[in-house]
């Protein structure tokens, strides 16, 4: 019986690939990858012989998933990984993973590295109960509702952002959400990562006109008051 293996992939740093991705990864009969021309780097980094290598990304996702599943069905084990991190998760796999698990092929998920629990941890804010929502909206109306969706819940608030629309998006949360404590994570793992943490009304000073390289993942605290500016929370007690 065929598998589709969902592999996660380093999101900065090569050396965050565990061994049973690398194993994997050459012995797939396919890989379909969200950049050839990435994937290529790491399977040269350790060195793995490259099965054949299919395109699935955001522009192809429909059509290539039908392919990927003529070739599950043909008995191919196929595997899937996106630039970074798992794929599906803010990023090319929900579809072949939906079609696999609908026909009744196995799926098997290869953990590795994503942004997500590392921005919560290095935040500093609580980990116990979190959200994530992907890339905030990038109009306006869209990601002021974007916010307003999570202003009365306790959870903390994970995002990612473009490196353009960072300054933006602090002054939407800030307006929304009142001033609560943060991060902005700029290239997590990487050679130049650095957290910037504090409350939003700060966080949106320093980044409304500075520019960014890089990917960025934003935490912000939950609707509770032991992480909102001392203002804000006279006003919602």
């Known amino acids: 019986m065929s598998t589709l293996f969902a592999v996660a992939t380093p999101i900065g740093n090569l050396e965050d690939v565990s061994h049973r991705a690398v194993r994997l990864l050459g012995q797939v009969d396919v890989l379909a990858?969200?950049?050839?021309?990435?994937t290529r780097a790491l399977l040269k980094r350790y060195d793995i012989t490259p099965p054949r290598l299919?395109?699935?990304?955001?522009h192809n996702e429909e059509e290539a998933a039908r392919g990927l599943l003529e070739l599950l069905r043909a008995g191919k084990d196929v595997a899937i990984c996106s630039n970074s991190g798992y794929p599906g998760v803010s990023d090319p796999g929900y579809r072949i993973i939906h079609g696999a698990i609908g026909e009744g092929i196995s799926v098997v998920v290869i953990p590795g590295a994503s942004a997500v629990p590392l921005a919560l941890l290095v935040s500093g804010l609580p980990t116990s109960s979190y959200t994530f929502k992907g890339f905030a909206p990038r109009k306006p109306g869209p990601r002021s509702r974007f916010f307003e969706m999570e202003r009365e819940l306790p959870h903390t608030l994970v995002c990612f952002e473009s490196p353009f629309r960072v300054g933006s998006l602090l002054e939407t949360a800030l307006s929304v959400l009142g001033n609560r404590q943060a991060a902005v994570c700029i290239e997590l793992t990487k050679k130049f990562e650095r957290v910037h943490r504090g409350f939003l009304e700060d966080l949106e000073q320093e980044f409304r006109e500075q520019k960014i390289k890089g990917e960025v993942t934003v935490v912000i605290a939950g609707n509770n008051p032991k992480f909102v500016g001392s203002e804000d929370a006279a006003v919602r007690s």
Do not use: L, N, W
């Not at 990858?33 to 990435?38: G, V």
């Not at 299919?54 to 955001?58: A, G, K, L, M, T």
């Open 33 to 38: 990858c969200e950049d050839t021309r990435r």
């Open 54 to 58: 299919v395109s699935y990304h955001e």
